[in-house]
């Protein structure tokens, strides 16, 4: 035989088997951390999984006691605001289709859209109607879309009398007369967005 004047080289085994090592190394790795990722996402922490702990409520039990008659009650002196002097009823608190006396409904005003000032305008809008302003603040969040209307059973007909006159500026969504006996104003108004 002849002998090839270009002789094959020997093919080292061995070189490659670093190589390949190398490659599995790296996919076990990337494979580790797609399994460590994808736990993470799907589990989610464990502290988000708490359910919140409820705010604990204040009942109040109602007592017997004896209520003065209008010859015998004293006025008593409702707070004032200090940031702006209260407006003058720019109409009757009167109602005249219903009677009803708006002064003697007191309500509180609350900021449901997150807008600065809107529970303001609102309260602003009742003072001039007649309404009696307990207070204005912000809502318990900013999602309402529509304003909310809540009075206490024992004011329910004032209700509509409330909803007529806020309609005019604001879309009514939802409006019930189940405001806690426990609240400090006769009806909440909810200013959404």
Do not use: C
């Amino acid at each position: 035989m002849e002998e090839n004047p270009f002789p094959t080289p020997a093919i080292n085994k061995s070189a490659r088997n670093p190589k390949r090592f190398l490659f599995l190394l790296a996919g076990f790795a990337l494979l580790l951390i797609i399994i460590f990722a994808g736990t993470r996402l799907i589990g989610g922490d464990k502290e988000k999984n708490i359910a919140p702990t409820p705010t604990p409520t204040e009942f109040l039990i109602p007592t017997d006691t004896p209520v003065p008659s209008e010859e015998e009650a004293t006025p008593t002196p409702k707070p004032k605001s200090t940031s702006t002097p209260t407006p003058k009823a720019s109409v009757s608190p009167i109602d005249p289709a219903t009677g009803l006396d708006r002064s003697k409904l007191s309500v509180e005003v609350q900021n449901g859209s997150g807008v600065e000032g809107v529970a303001g305008k609102a309260a602003d809008l009742l003072k001039n109607l007649g309404y009696s302003i307990a207070s204005t603040g912000n809502a318990d969040n900013f999602d309402y879309s529509n304003a909310t209307i809540q009075v206490k059973s024992s004011k329910a007909s004032y209700l509509p009398l409330l909803k007529t006159d806020l309609s005019s500026d604001y879309n009514i969504g939802a409006s019930s007369s189940d405001l806690s006996a426990t609240s400090s104003a006769d009806a909440l108004v909810i200013i959404g967005k």
